[in-house]
């Protein structure tokens, strides 16, 4: 067969393998093991020692383009937060979406626990000016969000009566896309001094190694494979969240099951990459002869 | 409405999850609707979610509850409504003041933020220990040559050959290991992505219309 021919072969034939790739899995799953990693257990084990008294604060920096792989990590770090009984304040900094990713999550993972909104939780919802907020929440989280996301007054709830600003948190969580979640640690963990840990899409994971490294977050949770680190944690510790995982409806929203795909479809690009330089050192070779 | 056992809004999504995923076959009219319809609606979900998660609450219900007591409040919404008067030639200038206090504040914020936060945490866990002991020794220097090299692939000020030459060859080999792992998982996210979408068209859409 032509060498040229087979190295400027026609992506839509490689978009094919991929989808194939990736149907497979989501149709039959299979079940690939996944190992946890330290990045993912700095952020697990941090709230392994929190309870009812401490409190944790979620920002929902992603929107529906993130969906995929930020949903399951808010899902099982929520559950993880309400198992324990931590008091959980959830506020949205990204303005395409977040305040409703937040409403979708909550609304999901709150009913399989029996929790008191503005007691046990409360949804703040969106506020504009990125930093501007951010900052302000140090001095007081009332005054940023004198009304929750449904409008109600949030002076008469008792949760936001406890917690008034940073030094009343435990830690901060940040789930992000674009660069909202550095903000968090290189302005709020550096000013404020609360532990910061971040849950973001897989595209912007390698520039928040510098952060973990440098101590200014305590976790981090990289794409879909992070999140399928912190689902594996807590089935393996929590039976409750064993059995909530067990669930079909929950097994096909897992990161879990979304690993499979990953696997299969990286083995077909590294089949590709392999395939396109043999084939690229082959045309060399014969053009030298 | 469920026509075949799915509600309408599911018909909807995918439909135009499958205009957008028929760009992979070659550009057409579905997609650019598609296209065009996401553009049209983010910008109106940005409009209503900002009026009623920042305007309404945090400038339009103090002022109607305690005019007097909020009055300063007057200050930012006269800002805000100054930054739209670019429109007006005649007044036009009033704008620059308003986005004079807005990069002025941004500009103080950003400034204390990449020095306190990057700049000096950065730096601080770059000057690592060369006698920690063990593997951690290795990635200390593994460290310090990285960082080093990178710097000096990016000074400019002297012609890059000798051995500051070979240097900064060495910094874009580091370079270049820094890109690949970027590469590797932005492969994983766009993955990611077409499998959130192919897991609903597959569990959302089309199993309960052949379970119907």
Redesign the interface.
Known sequence: MDIQKLLYIDRRIIYLLVAIGALIPIIRPIGLPVVPTAPVKGLFNKIDTLGPDDAVMISFDYGPSSEPELNPMAAAILRHLFIRKVRVLVVAIFPLGGVSMAIQQLERVSQEFDLQYGVDYVNLGYKDGGQAPMKAMGVSIHDVFPADVDGRPTDEMSLIQQVVNYDDIDVVISLATGVIGEWWANLINAQFGVDVAVGCTAVSAPKYYAYLRSGQMIGLLGGLKGASEYEKLLIDRYPEARELYGKPEEAKKSAITGMDVQSIVHVIIIAFIIFGNTMYFALRRSQRR | MHPFGVPIGVWINAFLTLCILSF??KDNPFFRFAESLFAGM?LG??IG??T???L???LF??LAQNFWGNVLLLIPMALGIMLYFRYIPSVAWLARIALAVYIG??VG??L???L???IL??S??TIVSLRAGGVDTLWNIIVMVGVFSVLIYFYFSAEHKGALGKVSKLGIYFLMI?FG??FG?????R?????????FL??TWLRPIISS
């Open positions: 992979l076959y983010s979900y940005y979610i900002v009623e998660n920042t309404r609450p945090n219900r103090p504040y941004y914020v950003y204390m933020q990449k306190h936060g990057d945490f950065q601080r866990d820094s792992a970027s998982y932005t492969i994983m996210a993955i990611s992505l077409l499998m959130g979408r192919f897991s597959v569990n």
